[in-house]
């Protein structure tokens, strides 16, 4: 909480929404709720988390419909329009980039493709990636802070030191040194689907060690709890424990951590491919167009700008929510 | 004391050696599936089998896996022979082999690349933690202020932005439209520290505005919390100076946790700062591990990639030793 000495609202604001309403019948008031309810009814009054939502769900309609919409947007995400190129200096005509009626975001140099169709495919890669790579750094790192905080002993000695080994491994190196290692066609893949599993592995793979941290000292304080205590008097198997007992007291740090973990990623794959290794040409991805536009960005601003505020935009929507999310559950966090 | 940092020295040691066998096992195996030899990446275009094999002999590459692991490991310790039929070549301590593609040794080029990174990673701390920690202390004293919801808002805006994006965004508006600055050129601290600082100013900068708003935000949060401990209301109930109280009993146990984030950061930094180094054509570690990387170049991946590992351990010990020094309880866990 955020009290000042003499700041007594802070509190009533805080529980507030726990307390009966006193115009409600009292059958109605008694009505149990869970931690993730209260802090749903707590984010929906969180003004700006909620504009942060629209845009989040807007992005990721955008990034899962990106295949139907993408094609009707100024020709489609790979159609070159030489016309629109200057010859000599290989720039887009006109101003800002050729930003005209039909290609709204402009066209790239060189080649003079719509940008708009290449920022909503580049939304589809980044969504998909960071979503997917959220997902399995969450599951690792359930998995490993459960083994560690719940079993203890040797178990909590090996995984503690993978997690050392993990925290301490140059991601970037060894993501790029991977992507460029495999070779372009392998285990029956095309490249692009290739590479996105490439990246899902090596950003997901290596954030596990710091969530499996947090996991294991929640697990280690939940453990001594009396309910556990309670639950295996009335003779419940360690995996009833462990599933039903302490798993959903990890929803709430899964869910703040989670959400903040995606906008993270999204500017891990947007690294990778600005490095050259994330999504591989010519499909497009917001890393790769921003590393395109440095070879000419002073005199072609706006093709640096275009997906370098895609990224933004996203990137803040999502750390909006997620600092909201984070407020619900916690609100001593306060911001 | 003693008996805790001889087990933390322990776990860095075989945290090291993991990351170095992880490593020797990915850039061995991988070319290797893919169907690449090692030999044929040093003599580029050579076909002549003798000439692939004298290579094979001088790179050690004959020996089967571990026992190549096992020379490069000893090369850390004392200097290495290097039997090329009739010539032996001496690689002097630390020998970290010889470069696949032009036979320079690792240990020199790392020497070379390295004064770059250290000045990034020098310059931008000091940048990043002096305005992140007095925006979040300035943040949490005026909580729901104005000043507090802005310097915020930019805050989230800076962490949301990709370091990349940034500095190609300050070089175009600093060097390009305005001429603030002339154009980026790595000149060494001891040739012309002012032109050294100059040209590093943007590099700082982009790399500080990531870290110090991540900082505020920390800094901002913790000091919330703390604020609300029990012993910031017993010293303010004995009649300290609030500039005490925030100064000598909130700040500790804040500067403690920053300091911890601190190290990890810095030593991160050390292992290269790949994004802004590509960025700015600043050729340091980070720049020498990509180019390796994109020219196969095993032993020279293999000395950055450890000694950026190296780095990140070695700032955990410290950080920890800081932290046994300053908090008893932590010895005797």
Same mark, same amino acid.
């Given at each position: 909480?955020?009290?000042?000495?003499?700041?007594?609202?802070?509190?009533?604001?805080?529980?507030?929404?726990?307390?009966?309403?006193?115009?409600?019948?009292?059958?109605?008031?008694?009505?149990?709720?869970?931690?993730?309810?209260?802090?749903?009814?707590?984010?929906?009054?969180?003004?700006?988390?909620?504009?942060?939502?629209?845009?989040?769900?807007?992005?990721?309609?955008?990034?899962?419909?990106?295949?139907?919409?993408?094609?009707?947007?100024?020709?489609?995400?790979?159609?070159?329009?030489?016309?629109?190129?200057?010859?000599?200096?290989?720039?887009?005509?006109?101003?800002?980039?050729?930003?005209?009626?039909?290609?709204?975001?402009?066209?790239?140099?060189?080649?003079?493709?719509?940008?708009?169709?290449?920022?909503?495919?580049?939304?589809?890669?980044?969504?998909?990636?960071?979503?997917?790579?959220?997902?399995?750094?969450?599951?690792?790192?359930?998995?490993?802070?459960?083994?560690?905080?719940?079993?203890?002993?040797?178990?909590?000695?090996?995984?503690?030191?993978?997690?050392?080994?993990?925290?301490?491994?140059?991601?970037?190196?060894?993501?790029?040194?991977?992507?460029?290692?495999?070779?372009?066609?392998?285990?029956?893949?095309?490249?692009?689907?290739?590479?996105?599993?490439?990246?899902?592995?090596?950003?997901?793979?290596?954030?596990?060690?710091?969530?499996?941290?947090?996991?294991?000292?929640?697990?280690?304080?939940?453990?001594?709890?009396?309910?556990?205590?309670?639950?295996?008097?009335?003779?419940?198997?360690?995996?009833?424990?462990?599933?039903?007992?302490?798993?959903?007291?990890?929803?709430?740090?899964?869910?703040?951590?989670?959400?903040?973990?995606?906008?993270?990623?999204?500017?891990?794959?947007?690294?990778?491919?600005?490095?050259?290794?994330?999504?591989?040409?010519?499909?497009?991805?917001?890393?790769?167009?921003?590393?395109?536009?440095?070879?000419?960005?002073?005199?072609?601003?706006?093709?640096?700008?275009?997906?370098?505020?895609?990224?933004?935009?996203?990137?803040?929507?999502?750390?909006?929510?997620?600092?909201?999310?984070?407020?619900?559950?916690?609100?001593?966090?306060?911001? | 004391?003693?008996?805790?940092?001889?087990?933390?020295?322990?776990?860095?040691?075989?945290?090291? +050696?993991?990351?170095? $066998?992880?490593?020797?096992? #990915?850039?061995?195996? @991988?070319?290797? =599936?893919? %169907?690449?030899?090692? !030999?044929?990446?040093?003599?580029?275009?050579?076909?002549?089998?003798?000439?692939?094999?004298?290579?094979?002999?001088?790179?050690?590459?004959?020996?089967?896996?571990?026992?190549?692991?096992?020379?490069?490991?000893?090369?850390?310790?004392?200097?290495?022979?290097?039997?090329?039929?009739?010539?032996?070549?001496?690689?002097?301590?630390?020998?970290?082999?010889?470069?696949?593609?032009?036979?320079?040794?690792?240990?020199?080029?790392?020497?070379?690349?390295?004064?770059?990174? +250290?000045?990034?990673? $020098?310059?931008?701390?000091? #940048?990043?933690?002096? @305005?992140?920690? =007095?925006? %979040?202390?300035?943040? !949490?004293?005026?909580?729901?202020?104005?000043?507090?919801?802005?310097?915020?808002?930019?805050?989230?805006?800076?962490?949301?932005?990709?370091?990349?994006?940034?500095?190609?965004?300050?070089?175009?508006?600093?060097?390009?439209?305005?001429?603030?600055?002339?154009?980026?050129?790595?000149?060494?601290?001891?040739?012309?520290?002012?032109?050294?600082?100059?040209?590093?100013?943007?590099?700082?900068?982009?790399?500080?505005?990531?870290?110090?708003?991540?900082?505020?935000?920390?800094?901002?949060?913790?000091?919330?919390?703390?604020?609300?401990?029990?012993?910031?209301?017993?010293?303010?109930?004995?009649?300290?100076?609030?500039?005490?109280?925030?100064?000598?009993?909130?700040?500790?146990?804040?500067?403690?946790?920053?300091?911890?984030?601190?190290?990890?950061?810095?030593?991160?930094?050390?292992?290269?700062?790949?994004?802004?180094?590509?960025?700015?054509?600043?050729?340091?570690?980070?720049?020498?591990?990509?180019?390796?990387?994109?020219?196969?170049?095993?032993?020279?991946?293999?000395?950055?990639?450890?000694?950026?590992?190296?780095?990140?351990?070695?700032?955990?010990?410290?950080?920890?030793?800081?932290?046994?020094?300053?908090?008893?309880?932590?010895?005797?866990?």
């Amino acid at each position: 909480m955020t009290t000042l000495p003499g700041d007594a609202s802070a509190l009533q604001d805080d529980f507030g929404d726990l307390a009966p309403d006193p115009g409600t019948p009292a059958a109605k008031a008694i009505e149990g709720r869970s931690l993730t309810q209260i802090a749903w009814t707590r984010l929906k009054r969180d003004k700006v988390a909620m504009v942060a939502m629209c845009v989040v769900v807007f992005m990721c309609l955008l990034g899962a419909t990106a295949s139907l919409i993408a094609p009707h947007l100024g020709g489609g995400p790979n159609l070159p329009h030489t016309l629109l190129i200057d010859g000599d200096t290989s720039l887009p005509k006109g101003s800002a980039g050729g930003m005209d009626s039909a290609h709204w975001l402009g066209v790239d140099p060189t080649f003079g493709r719509d940008l708009a169709a290449r920022v909503v495919k580049g939304a589809q890669w980044s969504l998909l990636i960071s979503f997917a790579a959220t997902a399995l750094t969450v599951i690792l790192g359930l998995v490993a802070g459960l083994l560690a905080g719940y079993f203890g002993g040797w178990v909590d000695g090996i995984v503690n030191w993978l997690m050392a080994v993990f925290l301490a491994f140059p991601v970037v190196l060894f993501g790029i040194a991977l992507a460029s290692g495999v070779p372009p066609h392998a285990f029956g893949f095309s490249y692009v689907w290739l590479r996105v599993t490439l990246l899902i592995i090596v950003i997901g793979g290596f954030g596990w060690a710091y969530f499996g941290r947090i996991v294991r000292g929640q697990v280690l304080t939940l453990r001594e709890k009396e309910f556990v205590d309670a639950s295996r008097s009335l003779g419940a198997g360690e995996l009833r424990i462990v599933f039903r007992e302490i798993m959903p007291n990890l929803i709430a740090p899964t869910l703040v951590f989670a959400s903040l973990a995606i906008p993270a990623n999204i500017l891990a794959e947007a690294a990778f491919s600005f490095l050259g290794v994330g999504i591989p040409l010519p499909e497009p991805s917001w890393g790769g167009m921003l590393n395109d536009s440095l070879s000419q960005y002073q005199y072609d601003p706006a093709y640096l700008f275009v997906p370098g505020l895609a990224i933004f935009v996203t990137v803040l929507a999502f750390n909006l929510f997620g600092d909201g999310v984070r407020d619900a559950f916690d609100p001593k966090a306060g911001r | 004391m003693i008996t805790f940092l001889i087990r933390r020295l322990i776990q860095a040691v075989t945290v090291l +050696l993991a990351v170095s $066998i992880i490593t020797f096992g #990915l850039f061995f195996l @991988v070319p290797k =599936l893919a %169907g690449a030899d090692p !030999a044929t990446l040093f003599a580029g275009k050579v076909t002549n089998p003798d000439a692939l094999n004298g290579i094979r002999i001088k790179l050690g590459l004959n020996h089967p896996l571990w026992r190549q692991y096992w020379d490069f490991i000893g090369g850390f310790f004392h200097s290495r022979q290097f039997d090329n039929g009739p010539d032996k070549t001496t690689c002097p301590w630390p020998c970290l082999g010889y470069s696949f593609r032009n036979d320079q040794s690792v240990s020199t080029l790392i020497a070379d690349r390295f004064p770059i990174t +250290l000045s990034l990673a $020098i310059g931008a701390p000091i #940048l990043w933690l002096s @305005v992140g920690v =007095l925006v %979040g202390r300035t943040s !949490a004293l005026r909580p729901r202020s104005f000043a507090d919801r802005s310097s915020m808002l930019v805050a989230l805006a800076a962490v949301s932005l990709p370091v990349y994006f940034t500095a190609a965004v300050l070089r175009l508006f600093v060097v390009f439209t305005w001429h603030w600055l002339p154009d980026i050129t790595y000149v060494g601290f001891t040739k012309d520290p002012v032109l050294w600082g100059k040209n590093l100013l943007l590099p700082w900068i982009s790399l500080a505005a990531l870290y110090a708003a991540s900082y505020a935000r920390f800094t901002r949060g913790s000091m919330l919390e703390v604020l609300n401990e029990d012993y910031i209301r017993t010293a303010r109930a004995k009649g300290l100076r609030e500039r005490t109280v925030i100064n000598r009993h909130a700040m500790r146990p804040v500067g403690t946790l920053i300091i911890t984030l601190f190290g990890m950061d810095v030593g991160q930094l050390m292992g290269g700062a790949i994004l802004t180094e590509s960025v700015f054509g600043l050729p340091g570690l980070g720049k020498l591990g990509v180019d390796a990387i994109a020219a196969h170049d095993l032993p020279i991946i293999m000395g950055v990639t450890i000694l950026a590992a190296f780095f990140i351990v070695a700032a955990n010990i410290v950080v920890d030793m800081f932290y046994a020094v300053i908090d008893p309880r932590v010895r005797l866990s």
